[in-house]
């Protein structure tokens, strides 16, 4: 059950005075049992290189969207900008020395189930080892609000390089920023928690926090264009310089795989 904020902090403005409140819900639903998966879509741009072709740069977002809202801030412009980064690199031509991988999960609104359960069955456990040893790097695009502003580090100083030398040609498009810490709630965390690098961007959400972000008014209207073709100009040269560099992007030290 969902409730529109005006009318959320109406019931807490009541029960701030003391006075009782009462709700009636009328609930009405269907169950579809002609299919109950959840599905990942992914494709890639295979390494040429042959001693690294097989290692992985990754770029993901989710498909699915909170069940009361359109989903166009959260999560369809993430996966515009995702689509948009591979199709940059596929129009040029580009020949990566290592596999890029794009990836759009589901069911990540209901607890990160796609992007886990792929980390789960390809990245995860002995058997899983030299999958593990030749994954790189994964980079997130949730909300896709936004232009690109830097990235949250995670903790992990050993990338400051890496972003810092590729983010300084978009010092014009204020794309420099980067923070220590990190972000919550989306599905880097599951690389992560894998021991694996995962990086989210920091963007300038504008209204998608106070206005959008799982609410009935996360339209296309809301979108902007030169926002997402700015993102995908930049995830697209990170996604390249990941794919072309000597070495694979560090991991934290200070993180195990579970």
Known sequence: VVLASEHYNMITRLMERNVDVTLRINIESRYHEDDTNGYNIIAEIPGVDPEIGDEIVMIGAHLD???SAAGATDNADGAAV???????????SIKPRRTIRLALWGGEEQ???????YVERYLSGVDNADARDNFSVYFNLDPGAGPIKGFFLEGNEAVRPFFAANLEPFADLNSTILTAGGICCTDHLSFIDEGLPGFQPIHSYDDYDVRTHHTNVDSYERINKEDLEQASVVMASLLYHAAMR????PRNPEIGAH
């Open 246 to 249: 000597d070495k694979k992007i």
């Open 82 to 92: 995702t689509l948009e980064a591979m199709r940059i690199l596929k129009a040029l």
């Open 111 to 117: 607890g990160l189930h796609g992007s886990r359960r």
């Open 65 to 67: 969207s909170w069940h």
